[in-house]
């Protein structure tokens, strides 16, 4: 039991993934839903990292990182979003939320 | 530095730094006036080249963009192009004037678009690979989408939607038309296109040019817009504000018509000529339809845009003549449209701006409080209706003189639209200037500010200029629209061994084509 | 010990997303999504990846997930309210996730057949030295247009969550 | 070079200055700009005309093209040759004289500046009409003439029937500018161009057409174009509306010049004419019937400038009747007196309008002799002028026309006989009106100032002596020679219809007052057909107008684009929403929605990509 199959990490990340769509489908929590995407990427760069030790490069390492970032990044700009739509209506409620222009 | 580049780079920074700068309205007023200036003094330098090159492209700049599939940056400016590209430098300072007050609220944004469109009407004009022509072509639109969509009257969200489809809806058929044609030349470049088809390298079956110009042409037909597809422009024009309707009429138009004759005709010369007689039947329909309806429209930009559809059918008319008389009418029509009509839209506007209403019956005798208003409306009826010595009627007799170089049955029906529209141009002039002042018009109008003055003081002068002087403009007019009708021409010798085009017309006189 | 570790790990990982996904109030899913985050670090590490593993927690586990929190706490999320589903979602949902779950694992099984193994060890280039020679030269560009996207995602952000002015 | 583009230009120059700055000067320096610019044009012309001599061939100047594509090149190019050289001298001549008139009698109106603007930008486009060597630069002037027409008619802006009178006259204008212009397409496709020199070379090249064909079909549109302008069948119905006008604009551009434009281009074109028989028939015809039929209006009409006006288009006819029969140097010359006479009318009149304060109704009239007797003297100048008493002018220009009909088909002739009667009836019988019998009206009468009676007096002159003005002989070697023809017989019958005319007048109007109103009743029904100038502007609107304006307004705003096209477009959005129903449901704003598509399109992808060995 000394190594483990490549695709085992795969099937995790796929499943990992089905988690995250599972929660975007069927919450209806704008955070949770939020969150739910993170964790979809979370599974994208853990596939990410198992090519990279496949393919014995550093770039998808990179791209993992690269991935973070944007992470970072939407989840400023996504949180302020909410924030805002918070602001305008009362509730959370991701199906309320179906016009642009309120 | 290329200044094509500049003038299409310009605006495109230009919206950027009137939307990002911080700062009350004025400042983004003050900000896209100097910048739309910049690129008008700037569209003037490209004058001199384009004399200078005759038939051939200037101002060339041929950058590879995405590697795979092949899209280029190509740009050139040609006797065909440098007049319409000037026309939409000089109306968007305009624009921007006429706005000064007019617009109110969310003004910075208002004129980070208006900028944007100029990129996207400048380089429509000027863009020579067909996937970037329709990148800007596409640019171009959703400016104008929120043009009507936010800054419209009571029925824009209406309007602006009705406009969108209409013009989606043709695009989208021109954007296959491009894919196919790439699929099938492995270019998107119009000059080699031309080449590949001149060559022979391009062989496509009667069938597939038929389909292919009918998808152009129905894309660009929309947006002239040809009878029976005009419906989409009153509704646009009432609703748009006013800098909106003056972009709209006098560039965006021009974008269909500058489309037949770029590519339309050289592209798919057989099935150009092969449909010419129908397509100049919807185009006289249109001139006499357009007139007729203009002539009991109740509101005044209804009625103007009505006029618009007439005009148009003038261009197109000219266009699918295939003479050298029709198509340098039609090419200087376009610029006549867009200065008479620009300056149409532009009074309404002010009158507008003093009224609050559209309506001809809100307004009567404003001849009285506002002379110089009234002076400049009618001049501008006047060059609309086609009086000599004012800038139309060169242009309508350029387009109708070619007609009759093939069939002098298009001239008598289309010549009655120039009756028709002195009826309804007078008659609006009739009822809104002269008579009685009510009591509300004297109230609210006054006759023209400074800065409306230098809104529509350019146009005046140049209705007259382009009346009178107009071999400032034709020989680079002439040289281009020559140089398409001999692209069409090769063709048609090229494709001799395929079925020949039927005669388009008994009697057709031997110097015509 | 390799598989060991990967099961103990993977197992916390689902179990963690799972919670995110069933949790019925959004703090507890946040802290299940740190669960995940913190199991994926350890993975991260048994793939060679020491930088990442590392970033993983710091970044993600630590700054990203305390905003989220922060956020939570902000607005006060509470349980979130009964409501009916779209019907796409009633209709397609499930028996798509099903699907797609299954599908990538067929696919992942039939790819990845021959089975290559992962060893604890055998990738030694995921260090901070050779990541970050990488990021400044063959990805520089691209690295510096992040610093400009985290740049616009910041005034975005001030700009959106600001108190209106006008 | 003798700068012949001064002569338009000069007035075009004062149209600018009185344009744009007359609001802020004062009177005597617009009276100076106005006036002073169409005196150095009249000047200039005298100049030129004296530096060029006898004129034997066309004096041509050339200055740049104006339109340049293909086969055509337009360039602008004046030219003087007899005929231009004698309408210069009318339109600078009478134009000056009726400008100085205008000081008196516009002096009391608002809008002084705007008037004197519109008479020289009148004056310029004229000009440029007559002096252009090419269809299509006489065409600017053509339409412009009709544009200061329009101006000029509407001055009174504020009035709703000057207003629609002005439309009137622009819009029937553009329909007889319309077979203008399509004569002209024709010319360049057929004769290869529209320089007069070039026209006339290719159409003498072709055979003389007796039977229709292409020189008779653009004869025909050019005439079109001339009935328009100069009022005739069918298109005259616009002259009597344009007498809203102020009254020194009748008599310039009504009455002297503009009208008469339609009978100098067909003079001008005389070598094209010369090749259209059938064409030029149709200009005599339509020339005596709209002369008939104007003069039996006119002695009807009450308003002095109606009568006046039927009259001009009266006369008009008779000039048509001229050119139509090949007596074009007689048809200009009766232009020429026509415009003294007629001018000398419309002031007249306009002095005796001024003197009663705007009164135009003869009924309101009477007696006035004694109270304005200048006026009243010019008037009956005019009159014995008009009416064709010798020595006075109209009787040598009518002459020549009615022996030239005469010689050409006798009916012509008599009906011409008929018509020279019915014209002394009408113009004496309004003078009689207003000059003898008792003052009916209230306002205390004033006879007008030195400015208005010195042209008067001028005109009064030239319509008694300007038939000895050798217009003909001069014109003559232009045109195509028709023979002498001089029967004294005939020049006696129509002198004694003229005589007749007078004096049933006199005895009508004058001798047994009140006869000519039971006469009337009598009448009935003819009489008030004719009264109602045949019903014509009724039958136009009730035939044209209506049916085009509501017919666009019902069937093709209403039905057709809001129904038919509005309806088509809507009805594929909505057969494409019908079919697109699961499409559009998608579409519901539902972010998870989005996501369960999105979810089942990777499935898909994924599927397909998988059959396609995609995945191997």
């Not at chain 2, 532009?346 to 110089?372: C, D, F, K, N």
């Not at chain 4, 030239?404 to 008599?414: D, F, I, M, V």
Request: hydrophobic content about 55%; charged content about 10%; proline content about 5%.
């Amino acid at each position: 039991m000394d190594s483990v199959p490549l695709s085992w990490y795969l099937i995790l990340s796929a499943v990992l993934f089905a988690l995250g769509v599972a929660g975007f489908l069927f919450r209806r929590n704008l955070i949770t839903i939020f969150m739910s995407i993170e964790l979809m990427l979370n599974a994208v760069n853990l596939s990410f990292i198992a090519f990279a030790y496949k393919l014995n490069q550093v770039d998808g390492q990179i791209f993992a990182f690269f991935v973070m970032v944007v992470a970072a990044a939407e989840a400023a700009v996504g949180l302020a979003i909410i924030l805002t739509v918070f602001k305008s209506r009362p509730s959370l409620a991701v199906d309320e939320v179906n016009t642009l222009k309120y | 530095m290329n200044p094509v580049n500049w003038i299409l780079a310009l605006p495109a920074a230009g919206f950027l730094a009137v939307l990002l700068w911080p700062g009350r309205a004025e400042t983004a007023r003050a900000l896209a006036l100097a910048v739309s200036l910049v690129v008008f003094v700037l569209s003037l330098g490209l004058i001199p080249g384009v004399w200078g090159a005759g038939a051939s492209w200037s101002h060339v700049t041929d950058l590879p963009w995405i590697e795979s599939p092949a899209i280029r940056y190509h740009v050139a400016v040609d006797g065909l192009s440098l007049w319409l590209v000037l026309l939409t430098t000089l109306l968007t300072p305009i624009c921007v004037l006429i706005s000064w007050r007019y617009i109110d609220r969310r003004v910075k944004e208002f004129y980070a678009l208006l900028l944007l469109l100029e990129t996207g009407l400048v380089g429509v004009f000027v863009a020579l690979d067909l996937f970037l022509f329709y990148v800007f072509w596409e640019v171009s639109l959703v400016p104008m989408y929120f043009l009507i969509g936010v800054w419209g009257h009571e029925r824009r969200i209406y309007a602006a939607v009705k406009f969108f489809l209409f013009t989606m809806a043709g695009s989208v058929l021109m954007l296959g038309g491009i894919i196919y044609l790439y699929n099938r030349s492995g270019t998107f470049d119009y000059s080699i296109l031309l080449e590949q088809i001149n060559s022979g390298a391009l062989m496509l079956t009667p069938l597939e040019q038929r389909l292919l110009f009918l998808a152009f042409f129905i894309s660009f037909a929309i947006k002239v817009p040809l009878f029976p597809l005009h419906t989409w422009l009153p509704d646009a024009h009432v609703e748009a504000p006013s800098a909106g309707s003056v972009m709209l009429a006098s560039v965006m138009l021009k974008m269909g018509t500058y489309g037949l004759v770029r590519y339309s005709l050289p592209l798919f010369p057989n099935a150009a000529r092969q449909s010419a007689d129908w397509i100049v039947t919807l185009a006289i329909i249109g001139i006499i339809y357009g007139a007729l309806v203009s002539m009991v429209q109740p509101n005044m930009k209804k009625l103007v845009a009505y006029s618009s559809v007439s005009h148009l059918g003038f261009v197109v008319l000219g266009i699918f003549t295939f003479t050298q008389l029709g198509l340098d009418g039609a090419v200087y029509q376009m610029l006549n449209h867009g200065v008479s009509t620009g300056a149409l839209f532009i009074l309404v506007g002010y009158l507008y701006e003093r009224r609050h209403s559209l309506e001809t019956a809100a307004y009567g005798g404003i001849a009285t409080p506002a002379p110089w208003l009234a002076t400049v409306f009618l001049i501008t009826s006047l060059a609309s209706v086609g009086l000599p010595m004012l800038n139309n009627f060169v242009g309508e007799f350029l387009v109708l003189q070619g007609a009759a170089q093939v069939n002098f049955r298009w001239t008598v029906l289309a010549a009655t639209g120039v009756v028709l529209s002195a009826c309804y141009m007078l008659w609006l002039y009739q009822k809104a200037f002269l008579g009685a002042t009510p009591e509300p018009v004297r109230e609210h109008v006054y006759d023209l500010r400074p800065r409306e003055w230098a809104g529509i003081l350019p146009l005046i002068v140049l209705m007259v200029w382009m009346g009178t002087l107009t071999r400032t403009f034709f020989p680079p007019i002439s040289a281009a629209s020559a140089q398409i009708l001999e692209q069409t021409k090769v063709n048609a010798e090229f494709l001799v061994s395929r079925p020949a085009a039927p005669p388009l017309v008994a009697g057709v006189m031997p110097d015509a084509r | 010990m390799d598989a060991v570790l990967f099961l103990v790990f993977a197992a916390i990982a689902v179990a963690c997303g799972i919670s995110v996904v069933v949790q019925r109030h959004p703090i507890t899913s946040a802290i299940s999504l740190i669960g995940v985050m913190g199991a994926l670090a350890v993975l991260y590490l048994l793939l060679g990846a020491e930088f990442l593993a590392a970033v993983q927690v710091v970044v993600y586990a630590g700054a990203i997930m305390v905003l989220f929190i922060f956020v939570i706490m902000l607005l006060n999320a509470g349980v979130e309210p009964p409501g009916g589903r779209s019907w796409p979602v009633r209709l397609l949902g499930l028996p798509m996730l099903v699907i797609l779950v299954g599908l990538l694992s067929f696919v992942i099984r039939r790819v990845f057949a021959g089975g290559e193994e992962v060893r604890f060890g055998a990738f030694t280039k995921g260090g901070p030295r050779e990541i970050g020679r990488l990021l400044f030269t063959d990805y520089l560009l691209p690295f510096e247009v992040t610093s400009v996207l985290i740049l616009v995602a910041i005034l975005g952000a001030v700009v959106l969550a600001r108190k209106e002015i006008d | 070079m003798q700068h012949l583009w001064l002569i338009p230009a000069l007035p075009l120059a004062g149209f600018l200055v009185n344009g744009i700055f007359g609001r802020r000067v004062s009177k005597g320096v617009i009276n100076l700009v106005a006036i002073g610019s169409v005196a150095l044009s009249f000047v200039w012309v005298l100049k030129t005309l004296a530096a060029l001599g006898p004129l034997e061939t066309p004096h041509v100047e050339r200055y740049f093209t104006w339109i340049e594509s293909g086969i055509l090149s337009v360039p602008v190019e004046f030219a003087v040759d007899r005929l231009t050289a004698v309408m210069l001298l009318v339109v600078t001549g009478v134009g000056l004289l009726i400008h100085i008139y205008s000081i008196g009698y516009m002096g009391h109106e608002g809008g002084y500046h705007r008037f004197f603007a519109f008479m020289n930008l009148f004056m310029f486009f004229m000009l440029t009409l007559v002096l252009a060597n090419n269809y299509l630069l006489m065409f600017v002037g053509w339409e412009g003439v009709g544009l200061s027409s329009y101006l000029l008619i509407g001055f009174y802006f504020l009035r709703k029937s000057a207003t629609t009178a002005a439309n009137k006259a622009f819009i029937v204008n553009r329909i007889g500018d319309f077979g203008f212009s399509l004569a002209m397409f024709l010319m360049v496709v057929r004769l290869g161009g529209l320089d007069f020199p070039r026209v006339f070379s290719a159409a003498q090249a072709m055979p003389r057409e007796t039977d229709p064909g292409l020189l008779t079909l653009i004869a025909l549109l050019l005439f079109v174009g001339a009935t328009g302008k100069s009022a005739q069948i069918p298109l005259y119905v616009w002259l009597p509306d344009a007498m809203e006008g102020p009254t020194p604009v009748s008599a310039l551009i009504h009455a002297a010049t503009m009208v008469t434009a339609g009978v100098y281009m067909i003079a001008r074109s005389a070598p094209l004419y010369q090749q259209a028989p059938i064409a030029m028939d149709v200009v005599a015809v339509v020339g005596l019937a709209t002369a008939f039929v104007a003069a039996t209006i006119g002695l009807t009409q009450f308003d002095i400038k109606k009568v006046f006006a039927y009259s001009t288009v009266s006369q008009l006819g008779y000039m048509m009747l001229a050119v139509g029969v090949g007596a074009y140097a007689g048809g200009i010359f009766h232009l020429v007196t026509h415009a003294f006479f007629k001018a000398l009318l419309f002031l007249g009149a306009g002095s005796v309008i001024h003197a009663l304060a705007g009164e135009q109704d003869l009924r309101k009239m009477g007696g006035l002799r004694r109270k304005i007797p200048v006026t009243f003297a010019t008037l009956v100048c005019a009159g014995v002028a008009i009416a064709g008493i010798p020595p006075f002018s109209g009787f040598f220009s009518k002459d020549e026309i009615l022996l030239a009909a005469h010689h050409h088909a006798p009916w012509l002739y008599w009906v011409g006989v008929l018509t020279a009667a019915m014209t002394a009836f009408y113009v004496f019988r309004a003078i009689f009106l207003a000059f003898f019998g008792d003052y009916q009206g209230e306002h205390h009468p004033h006879e007008s100032p030195p400015s208005m009676l010195g042209p008067l007096v001028v005109l009064a002159a030239f319509s008694l002596a300007g038939g000895f003005l050798p217009v003909s002989r001069f014109l003559e070697p232009l045109f195509p020679a028709g023979e002498a023809h001089h029967d004294p017989a005939l020049v006696v019958v129509s002198v004694i219809a003229g005589l007749l005319g007078l004096g049933l007048a006199w005895y009508l109007y004058v001798a047994r007052r009140g006869l000519a109103d039971r006469i009337a009743a009598r009448l009935g029904a003819l009489y008030q057909v004719v009264y109602n100038k045949y019903f014509v502007d009724e039958l136009y609107n009730a035939a044209i107008v209506q049916p085009v304006v509501k017919g666009s307004e019902a069937l093709l705003w209403r039905r057709m684009d809001a129904g038919v096209i509005d309806g088509a477009v809507n009805g594929i959005a909505s057969r494409a929403r019908a079919i697109g129903a699961v499409l559009r449901l998608m579409q519901s704003g539902n972010i998870r929605s989005y996501a369960a598509w999105v979810l089942m399109g990777s499935v898909v992808a994924l599927i397909a990509l998988g059959f396609s060995g995609g995945a191997r």
